[in-house]
């Protein structure tokens, strides 16, 4: 049995929580890898996150069902077109309702049973698509409200919620991946995935990807149907 210490990992399958997976490997935590299976329309994503956590050694992953489009409001989840526009300065309709909170919840009840105290998320302020649950401020809200919501919490055993990515540009999180010896290849960004399992190339989550990798001066490994 390993002495290193657990942190749950939300694993979504895009290059994002990949390198925010391969920070907590570098921080010499052992992973719990959760992934939501949401109905989300890029279900592609669950495959990727699957491979990620193979690469990563994870103690184990488990991907959790839990069907949003019971709900709607999104493009990820309700017959609504994702926008391919270009990234605009408004949220938009790819934002999930409170996707981030519904998933750190999960990942905090699943470390308290396990004994974990460090979560990761691969959230990032600065090249995104304008989602309020990408904020430095929801990470340190959502800090607040695990110690006051748990048990571990109240007995003076506070989580952290990490967010290595928090102030990285796209460029910056390609470059990490490369850093971390993480083949991006393995991950997956699209919104509305194309025939023959490419990327769009034309939706929000493409477009800062594709820029990404341009910015850094890598090679960018991604198929599209479209080149952003």
């Not at 990515?165 to 699209?190: F, P, Y």
Request: charged share 20%; net charge negative.
């Amino acid at each position: 049995m390993s002495a290193a210490p657990l942190a749950v990992v939300l694993v979504s399958g895009g290059l994002d929580s990949m390198v925010a997976a391969g920070h907590a490997r570098e921080a010499g935590f052992d992973i719990l890898a959760l992934s939501v299976d949401y109905n989300q329309r890029h279900q592609v994503e669950l495959a990727a996150a699957r491979r990620i956590a193979r690469a990563l050694e994870a103690e184990r992953h488990v991907v959790l069902p839990l069907d949003l489009s019971a709900f709607g409001g999104s493009a990820l989840t309700a017959d609504i077109d994702v926008p391919k526009g270009g990234v605009g300065d408004d949220i938009p309709v790819t934002y999930v309702p409170a996707r981030n909170t519904i998933f750190l919840s999960l990942a905090l009840g699943w470390a308290e049973a396990a004994g974990a105290r460090d979560l990761f998320i691969g959230v990032n302020a600065l090249d995104y698509s304008g989602y309020p649950d990408c904020r430095p401020e929801f990470v340190a809200a959502f800090e607040g409200l695990a110690e006051l919501a748990t048990k571990a919490g109240v007995e003076g055993q506070p989580f952290k919620i990490h967010a290595p990515l928090q102030h990285m540009t796209k460029a910056d999180i390609a470059r990490e991946a490369a850093r971390l010896g993480l083949d991006a290849g393995m991950s997956w960004s699209c919104y509305d995935p194309a025939p023959g399992g490419k990327h769009c190339g034309l939706c929000d989550s493409c477009r800062l990807r594709a820029k990404g990798f341009e910015e850094a001066g890598l090679p960018d490994p991604t198929v599209y149907a479209t080149r952003p």
